[in-house]
Each structure stands twice: as C-alpha cells, then as structure tokens.
C-alpha cells in the first residue's frame, strides 16, 4: 500500500530504546513521522519520514504536525536523573514542549489519539505497601511531577474532545542500551549487559529490592495495543502492568540464560536508589489488566526478551 | 522599622485587582517586592520595591527573586478566557513562567512560604452535585488544567521540602474594576458596577444560576492567614471557603444596598456561560474550615464589601 494511504502515526522520541522499535513495530501498517533531538536512521522503512529537531522549537514543531496525524506517540523525555542535573531543560521539554506538541496535533480538528508515555514515577517514594489503581500520585522527582503534569493536560484536552489522549505509566524498561542515559536506573539494564559480558558490576540496590519490570518487546505491543484501544478509562490515564521482580531473583536468571555466575553481581545498596527504585511493592492493575494489557508474565519470559534484544 | 529587617515577601500579579490591595495590606508589617507586567504605583509605601516585566523573562525573575524571601505570594496568570484566545501564551505564563519563578525563589535554600492563587476551575464543569475537598479534579479550561499542573508542581516541591508551598482555590471575587480582564466571569463584578450607577446590565447567566463567591477584602484576609499557617494538609493544597450566592438574590441584595431597582438586570443566559459559571453545587470546604479560613459569612455583608472597595 503506498504510504499515503497508511493511517498516519507522530512518534517522538524515535531515536530512543523504545521509539526505535516502535517505529519498526508500526512501520508495516502505518506512514510514520519519527522525530527525535538526535541523527536518525530509518533508510530502510520507506514508510517512515525521520525529523530531527529540537522539541522546544516550534519550527520542528509545526514540521512534524504538518501533516494531520491519526496518532501521536509522545515518548520524548528528558529522564529523571538529566531533569535533575537540568531543570530549566527539562521543564521546558517535558512539560512546555509536550503542552505544544499535543495542542499541535489537536490543531487539525480530527481528534488525534495521543499515547502518553507516562511513568511509574508519578507515583513517588516512598511507596505504600500496595500500588493500585487508587494511589494518589505524590512525586518525588521533578521528572515525575512533570509526566503528572502532562497527565492532566492530557485528561483535559481529551475531555474537551480535541484529543483521544492515554497517558501509559511506564515501570522500568530492560534492558535499555549501556550508554549515558541521564536514567538513575541505568543499573537494571546495565545488569544484563555485564553479566552476558561476564563483567562484574556493582549493584546500587540491595539483593531484596523489588522492581517493576517490563521488556521493550511487550512494551511495544502494549503502545500498539494502546492505539487501537477504544474503551478509555474516563481519566485518560492507565498504570501499566509490571512484573514485580527481585533484584537476586533477576541476577539468577539472567546469569542462568547467559551461562554466567551470578556473583559477578555484587551489591553496594544507595539509599537514595534502593528508595526511589529498589523498593517498589505489590502492583495490581485491574483497569490495565480489563483492558487486556499485560506484562512479560514471568521473570524468565522478561529476561527472555531482554537478553533476545541486547 | 527599617525596611531590610521585615520578613520580605515576593507578590507577584502585584498590579491586579487582588494584587494592589494585598501589597498595601502587607506593607505595614513586610518588606514587598512587587512584580506586575503593568506599571505599578506603590510610592507611598516605602517598604515597598515595585518591579515592572514579563515573568517569560528569566531576567524579570532574576531581579524578583535576587533578595531571598520569606514568602512568594503567586497571583500572575493569564486568566480563563485570555488563556483559550492566546493558548501558547497562556502556557508559558500560567506553567512555565510558574514553575520557573517557584524554582527561583526556592533557589536561596531557605523554603519559602509560597502561597498560590490556584482555581475552583480546577473542578471543571459540569460540577457534581455536592462539591468538597474529595472532588477530583476535572478541568475543562485551560487555565483550569495549568492551575492543577501548577498545583502538582507546588506539592511536589513542597514534598521535597524547598519550599513549604500551598496552593489556594480562589472562587469568584468580586467586584473587580470594570475593564476588560480576559475573564468569562466578569458579569458577576460588573453587576456591581452597573446596579451601583443605575445603570441597566444583562447578565450572560439565569436568576436561578449559583455561584460561589467571595469578596476582595475577606480574600486579602485569607492570604495574610495562609502566609501564617503552619499546619498545612499534606498535599498542600486547599479549596478556600466561598459563600455560594443564587444570582436572583445577589441583584436584589445590591439593588437594597445601593438603593437601585433590581429589575435594571435582565437575564440572557448564555448556556456556556452557565454550565462554567452558573451551576456551582454547594460546597463543603472542611479541611480549610479547620485551618480557620472562612468566607464573607453571609450574603449582606459580601455585598457590603464589594461595595465598599468600588
């Protein structure tokens, strides 16, 4: 089918882990714009037309949204270590750009679905002893007020019906590529990639701590599931579901699929980290699960993924 | 007492109807440095620093925040109708600028009080039947979206503990001067203005339509308080009480007080109008009540107060 007849999709944030295989994942069954703040490379997906740009440009903003789009995919973000280290930036790209972005995209009149790439770290820490559907939401780090921010923005552009906007809460991501991330939990990628190297690494969490974990390749399905979802939660915003794994647990299995010993891991607890991520209690998700989302379904399906991707 | 050895105090939207007069009321017992984008005229109260610029600017809020301040009252915003003429101004200003000028002034590391003039808009419309501090947010306005943004953003700094901030839903004060403010509700200060000179007004809203109110001499009044609170609820945010005022009830209130015939108003109802302004439920405000926030108390003496500030 020629690619103007495809049903177009906006994904930002194309050059990251997830948008690259997004754009892949969408490149068969939909004309894709893929931007991002670095050089991209899709020369072999005809279908797919790469932008790059700065978010905070509005130039690049009107270039992208050029042409109206069915769907808008916005994971760009300036993660919650970077947002730190950068503040201003990190304001204005995720909140200010995000703000302009969608109200672009709405600006066509068709009423655009928008899949938000929101993130667990709306939630906070300390966290309570159990995380539903009903946790308030109390962030900690300004990347987590800022994706909450954005949530509402979202809610309110799609209860005045210019958008059919899903803010997604996305848990940890594995096993994202071992580069400068500006992500404080680098670490539960970074554990992979050493043990399949049979490196050593020093882990900034205890063996007890508990993460919510979901491979790319669900991830990817669950933002395609997203997009042809038709029966929205009236508040536009879902919690994914996660798989709640230890960190020892995690280092076995990891170390069981590559042939490796699992004590080239070892465990240099940062309280600070362990808090923010190595203490993540039960999770349940009903309104997700209703929905027919679904995390990797066991660890070693989860590290399956993981390692298949590395 | 000299100047620099009184608590110092930032009031931004200084040159506003409730900006003017909370500076002339803290300048007796606080330094103020007062921010408008208009010019303001405080000259004759020498505890007074008026600074004129657009909070866009990263110098105007440099040069506001320079001196550390024990408090950061936050009035500025581009209000609800401005913000749908002008939404990418209203973003910068009423989110950007906001989070910029809270980061600003927490920079000094001494946790300022920042008290902010948040929104019943917050609530959107339609209202259920009963409003109170349980009601979930549902903004259909814009400005009422970068209100609960602005809100999020205050709570989780003041849970990171840079500042000790409280966000304050204002509802409808009256009277405000009689120029164009960019705000949808400006019928419910301009039947003030009109019955006051016998003049003939029609009101965009039914007799039967309800409104929560509360006069400019009682909200100066709740500000001063707020600044002095110490036992602020968790998520530092507060629904402030209003008296909740049947339309029909306030033209012959004001008609009695300023001896005009009542029947100078006439009804049109606009039904946009209505729904955002005009349908608000009682309101149960607990949380302030307990903190000792109160309204005008009755409907005979809000009028007397807007009429005594005309």
Redesign the interface.
Known sequence: MAADSLPHVLVTGAGGFVGKALVRALSNRHSVTATDSTALDFSDMPDVVAITGNLEDPDLIAAITAKPCAALIHLATVPGGAAEAD??LA??IN??AS??LI?AAAAHGNCPRVIFASSIAVF?DPLPDHVDDET?????L?Y??HK??VE??I???T??GVISGLSLRLPGIVARPLAPSGMKSAFLSNVFHALQAGAPITLPVSPQASCWLLSRHVLVGQLQHALRLTDDPA?ARLTLPALRVIMGDLVAEIARQTGTDSTLASYMPDPAIEAAFGNQPPLSTPRADGLRFHHDGSLEVLVAHALAEL
């Open positions: 503040p201003a304001a204005r909140v200010g703000m302009a109200d906070g308030p939401l109390k962030p900690m300004r987590g007020a909450a921010m509402e923005w809610a309110t552009m209860r005045r508040d």
